[in-house]
């Protein structure tokens, strides 16, 4: 297949969310995002439609039965990436349809929630840091970054697929049902008077809770802190100014799950 065939023409149009969100699918690129899609297809957690590959991937690539492998040319595959280096291998994986309802019906004790976070990158990454600090999932709120566009997926470096990731514009309703979830709502605000550091010596991490994280720029707005239970900041022991959302989720996330791996 060319870059001009059909199916990589449409394929082409989920670089972009309106093109998302009419095919309920997006892409997944490169070796280690498409072997975490195929191995959520097999589990039965995602659906991959198909994957495009160039001749030297697809000759190494095994998908489980009923996935298509389209070959494609190089330019065909560089048309599909939205990376300067393009590895060849691209899956169209639909859209899963995970309510924040969905997503914390097991009950999760710990949970991250984007709100108004514009930054796929940093975005990508908190997903990453939540599989790792083993939450149970990630809920995108309010006016946040589609969390499967391209630089998120490729910064989530497969997380994506392991984990439930819910969308909802409604910000508050997604803090409610957190709660209705037992989880205490704490939010991650550089300016709060109390720390993390303190808050885990004191014993108020090891609670189900829900980490909720505003915008890089501004935080989170004042009707969104009035739903909080408490607010934490990071601190900082030396002389920058701040952290990046990544980093501050990271330190918080892990917080929670030191506290309640040791009980305290």
């Not at 690129?29 to 198909?50: D, T």
């Not at 984007?114 to 999932?137: E, H, I, K, Q």
Request: glycine share 10%; aromatic share 4%; net charge positive.
């Amino acid at each position: 297949m060319t870059e001009r065939s059909s199916r990589v023409v449409v394929a082409r149009k989920l670089t972009r969310r309106v093109g998302r969100d009419r095919a309920g699918a997006f892409l997944a690129e490169g070796a280690r995002a498409v072997g975490e899609a195929l191995a959520a297809h097999s589990a039965g957690r995602f659906r991959v439609r198909e994957v495009f590959a160039t001749a030297e991937r697809a000759g190494r690539l095994q998908t489980p039965a009923g996935v298509p492998v389209r070959t494609v040319t190089d330019k065909a595959a560089a048309s599909l990436s939205e990376t300067v280096t393009p590895q060849g291998l691209v899956a169209v994986c639909e859209l899963p349809a995970v309510t924040a309802a969905d997503a914390l019906a097991q009950r999760p004790a710990l949970v991250a929630v984007l709100l108004g976070v514009s930054d796929p990158g940093n975005a990508g990454t908190v997903v990453r840091v939540a599989d790792a600090a083993g939450a149970g999932a990630v809920l995108f709120a309010g006016d946040t970054v589609d969390p499967y566009n391209g630089k998120a997926v490729r910064a989530s470096t497969g997380s994506l697929f392991h984990l439930p990731v819910a969308r909802d514009r409604d910000a508050i309703g997604v803090l409610r049902a957190c709660r209705d979830a037992g989880l205490r709502l704490v939010g991650a605000d550089g300016h709060a008077r109390d720390d993390v550091d303190t808050a885990a010596v004191q014993g108020e991490l090891s609670t189900p809770t829900a980490w909720v994280f505003g915008s890089e720029a501004h935080g989170l707005p004042p009707e969104v802190s009035a739903e909080l239970d408490t607010s934490l900041r990071v601190p900082i022991y030396g002389d920058a100014e701040s952290l990046n959302l990544a980093t501050a989720a990271a330190v918080c996330l892990y917080g929670s799950a030191r506290a309640r791996r040791h009980g305290r």
